[in-house]
């Protein structure tokens, strides 16, 4: 299975300001996404991280304010731009693994908990 | 538009005794349904796994259980202990085995248990 590490684990901002969230994987994987968990919601997913070329983002979710980077197969960023309250979230990076199988297994990391005041 | 549900929101239960969780879904073309643990303030654990062809599937302590015909799933918690306080999220993919599958989480429920 992946272990997945993401810096830093949470925040406090200011409104306007943005946040770099780094997620680290310990193997390569073909796949990683980004994840947004609101107080008392589900997850709901904000992109694919494409290695190499532009993320894929899902319907109100937009580049200028979140975006995405992922240089390698094993790390990837989110930025969260220009702040306000209602992004305070945990923001979860999830990379997909077939482990040998034939059905993809994903694993979340740690999150990150973001509070914007 | 895809749907998963799961009820009860919350539950308190005393250590040591058993509990179902429940999950009902509209996700299609279903392709597999998974249980996950979230402890607080950590990302979610893949607790089970299962396809259209599978109707239960244990984890040690934990079995969930399919009806791929009424599109409903449970998770049955056995003798629960203080680590089981968790939320518990049925996630449903729809697409095919081999990639491009979108996932519909549900809102999860929050166990409680008390000593």
């Known amino acids: 299975s992946a272990v997945i590490s993401q810096k830093p684990s949470r925040d406090i901002c200011q409104r306007g300001t943005s946040l770099t969230i780094q997620c680290q994987v310990d193997s390569q994987v073909t796949m990683m996404f980004w994840y947004r968990q609101q107080p008392g919601q589900s997850l709901t997913l904000i992109a694919t991280a494409n290695q190499g070329s532009e993320a894929t983002y899902e319907s109100g979710f937009v580049i200028d304010k979140f975006p995405i980077s992922r240089p390698n197969l094993t790390f990837s960023t989110l930025t969260v731009s220009n702040m306000s309250p209602e992004d305070s979230s945990i923001y979860l990076c999830?990379?997909?693994?077939?482990?040998?199988?034939?059905?993809?297994?994903?694993?979340f990391g740690p999150g990150t908990r973001l509070t914007v005041l | 538009k895809n749907q998963v549900e799961q009820s009860p929101q919350s539950l308190i239960i005393l250590e040591g005794k058993n509990c179902t969780l429940q999950?009902?879904?509209?996700?299609?073309?279903?392709?597999?349904l998974r249980w996950y643990k979230q402890d607080t303030g950590r990302g979610p654990v893949s607790l089970t796994i299962m396809t259209f062809s599978e109707n239960t599937k244990s984890n040690g302590r934990y079995t969930a259980t399919l009806d791929a015909d009424t599109k409903q799933s449970s998770l049955h918690i056995t003798a629960s202990q203080l680590s089981d306080s968790a939320s518990y999220i049925c996630?449903?993919?729809?697409?095919?085995?081999?990639?491009?599958?979108?996932?519909?989480f549900g809102t999860g429920t929050r166990l409680t248990i008390i000593p």
């Open positions: 996630v449903v993919s729809a697409g095919s085995n081999f990639g491009n599958e979108k996932l519909t």
């Open positions: 999830s990379v997909e693994d077939l482990g040998g199988g034939y059905i993809d297994t994903q694993y």
């Open positions: 999950c009902n879904y509209t996700v299609s073309p279903f392709s597999n």
